[in-house]
């Protein structure tokens, strides 16, 4: 990834105030990008924007339903570059919220890539990459022990799952209508199972290990064998920006299509895998136990990721290994909870230690 780059490009963010937004808000910024956040509030409290103190003037905080603020907003900044990473992004709640899970999901995008095309066509935008940040859950997924390739069908058991498969359909078609013929270069990209310091969602499993293991409790995992394609956020991050690079090339429109962003075979690992390591690297008081509920809602139990595409074509592959991950995500933690450090600067520092080679 070519800092430089980055220098004085405007850049259009959607879901900045998210946990993987967030990271990339804070990269961006410390490479010296313009960048014009767009996004619903912060949804929990702690969360990382507020913490990373990653507020700037340039900001808008609306619902993607919105589509006169949402083009009024990207008219405004006039981007470079758009990145759309605004989602409901957990699967349990889609379960609760169906109907506003796909509205945001898949009619978000679509009033995104909509909302860019009239930049263009209407208001002499020069908007010239848009990357589509999806979900490695958008495959038909079969829980086979291969993993998927760009090209496998898109599915989804769950509302969520669906409907960034939906999103994915979205994208293409506005590609194929719209873009290419314009020049614009649009892009998906899908990635696994993401930790890092800053997340405090709901019903996910790192966030729920360090609530519990900071109060002196056990976390209650739902399905310990479940088999993930655990990652360090700014590994897919890197990922994303590396693609928007080689997009605006000269030779762009060659990657405008879909990626994924995942760990080799061998850094695949169960859930009770992961909290086991989480526990022994926090130490005294750390633990966990097994949730028994057979009325609990369907969640994948293995899915996995090719990412051959990006190694040979991006030359992309993880910079932190499965142990690197779950200790820079335990260092980040241990150092929010102690309450004697400046989160926005240790977060920077890993930033900064990873953009150097992570060594």
């Not at 079969?142 to 769950?158: I, Q, S, V």
């Not at 956020?233 to 590396?242: A, F, I, N, S, T």
């Amino acid at each position: 990834m070519n800092a430089d780059f980055w220098r004085g490009k405007r850049v259009f963010l959607t879901g900045h105030t998210g946990f993987k937004g967030g990271w990339m808000a804070l990269w961006l910024e410390q490479m010296g990008a313009d960048v014009s956040g767009y996004s619903l509030p912060p949804a929990t409290e702690p969360n990382f924007f507020e913490v990373a103190r990653l507020s700037r003037a340039d900001e808008h905080f609306a619902d993607l339903a919105d589509r006169e603020a949402l083009g009024s907003a990207i008219r405004a900044h006039k981007p470079d570059i758009v990145i759309h990473a605004a989602a409901q992004a957990l699967v349990l709640p889609s379960y609760k919220e169906p109907v506003e899970t796909f509205a945001t999901n898949v009619m978000g995008t679509v009033h995104v890539l909509d909302a860019v095309y009239a930049l263009n066509e209407k208001h002499g935008g020069k908007v010239r990459v848009i990357v589509n940040v999806t979900s490695d859950k958008c495959y038909e997924n079969k829980e086979t022990p291969r993993g998927y390739r760009e090209d496998a069908p898109m599915g989804g058991h769950d509302p969520y799952s669906a409907s960034k498969g939906a999103a994915e359909l979205v994208t293409s078609a506005y590609r194929n209508s719209f873009f290419s013929k314009a020049g614009v270069r649009l892009a998906s990209v899908r990635a696994g199972n993401v930790i890092g310091g800053g997340d405090w969602s709901e019903a996910r499993l790192v966030p729920d290990i360090f609530r519990a293991f900071a109060r002196g409790e056990k976390v209650h995992l739902r399905h310990p064998k479940a088999v993930r394609a655990w990652q360090h956020v700014l590994d897919p991050v890197r990922g994303y920006l590396m693609l928007a690079e080689r997009l605006w090339a000269d030779d762009g429109m060659k990657f405008a299509d879909g990626w994924n962003f995942g760990p080799p075979p061998e850094e695949i690992h169960d859930v009770e895998t992961v909290t086991k390591v989480f526990a022994n690297r926090w130490g005294s008081g750390a633990g966990f136990d097994v949730e028994k509920d057979a009325a609990a809602p369907h969640e994948a139990g293995l899915l996995l990721l090719d990412s051959a595409r990006a190694n040979e074509r991006l030359g992309w592959k993880p910079r932190l290994s499965f142990e690197q991950s779950l200790e820079w995500t335990t260092d980040w933690y241990r150092a929010f909870y102690e309450g004697k450090n400046d989160m926005r600067a240790f977060s920077l520092s890993q930033i900064e230690r990873f953009a150097a080679g992570a060594v």
